[in-house]
């Protein structure tokens, strides 16, 4: 039985706290697989900058020599009001019927989850198991005690929380931002995305020039 981890991410652009955090929950929970899944942006609930292509490439760029990392265009191939987490992972635990997926996420996630805002909350926990990491200074376990549809989950199973020597303060805002205003977020992302972003104008890299 295999270990995979779905890394659901608008990815926009990709960042090395993602490569990072993917490297080390797949090392510490001995993952055989990490899929990164880029959301699409017929998403309606969040504003992206980059178009759906050019977010796979800087993916594909960013992790062409790494075995264990794949992109699954997945959600990119869905209709706008068939997008949900739910149904993603109900897709995957399909592809994989004879192995163990986990859905990967920041704490960030974990805390909105459990307040009910993502579609199916209730279902979309009762059905998975969790990666979660540490971000932004979230107390986990006080975020699953706090909210009902959590802390009913949580079988000792459903979240493994990873908390200890994970937490980046890189973010993809953080990198829009300097292209915006013109500062260099060089060596904050894998640099094959950021010469694409460079070559491609993205996020406003000319403008400032
Ligand atoms: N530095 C980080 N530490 C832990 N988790 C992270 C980090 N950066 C991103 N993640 C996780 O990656 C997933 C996708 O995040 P997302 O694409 O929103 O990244 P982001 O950098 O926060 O982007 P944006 O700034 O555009 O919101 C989420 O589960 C998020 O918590
Ligand atoms: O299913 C939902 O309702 C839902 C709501 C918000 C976010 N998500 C998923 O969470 C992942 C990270 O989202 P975000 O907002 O941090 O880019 C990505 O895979 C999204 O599709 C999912």
């Keep these: 039985m295999a270990k995979i981890g779905i890394y659901g991410s608008s990815f926009d652009p990709i960042t090395d706290a993602h490569l990072f955090t993917a490297n080390t929950v797949a090392k510490r929970c001995k993952l055989d697989k990490v899929i990164f899944l880029p959301c699409s942006s017929k998403r309606q609930d969040k504003k992206l900058y980059a178009s759906d292509e050019q977010r796979v490439k800087m993916i594909e760029l960013a992790i062409e020599d790494n075995e264990k990392f794949e992109i ?41 989850i459990g307040a009910g805002k993502w579609q199916r909350a209730d279902e979309l926990i009762q059905e998975n198991k969790f990666i979660v990491m540490a971000r932004d200074g979230i107390d986990m376990l006080t975020a699953i005690s706090r909210s009902p549809i959590l802390r009913n989950a949580d079988d000792g199973q459903t979240f493994h929380l990873i908390d200890k020597g994970i937490a980046l303060e890189i973010s993809s805002t953080f990198i829009r931002e300097e292209f915006h205003v013109g500062g260099d977020p060089r060596y904050l992302l894998p640099n094959a995305a950021y010469n694409y972003i460079k070559e491609n104008d993205l996020y406003g890299y000319n403008r400032k020039k």
Aim: charged share 30%.
């Design 72 to 112: 699954s265009d997945y959600e990119l191939n869905q209709l706008a009001w068939e997008i949900a987490t739910y149904k993603t992972m109900k897709y995957f635990r399909q592809q994989y019927r004879e192995d163990e997926v986990y859905f990967i996420m920041g704490a960030d996630l974990l805390v909105d």
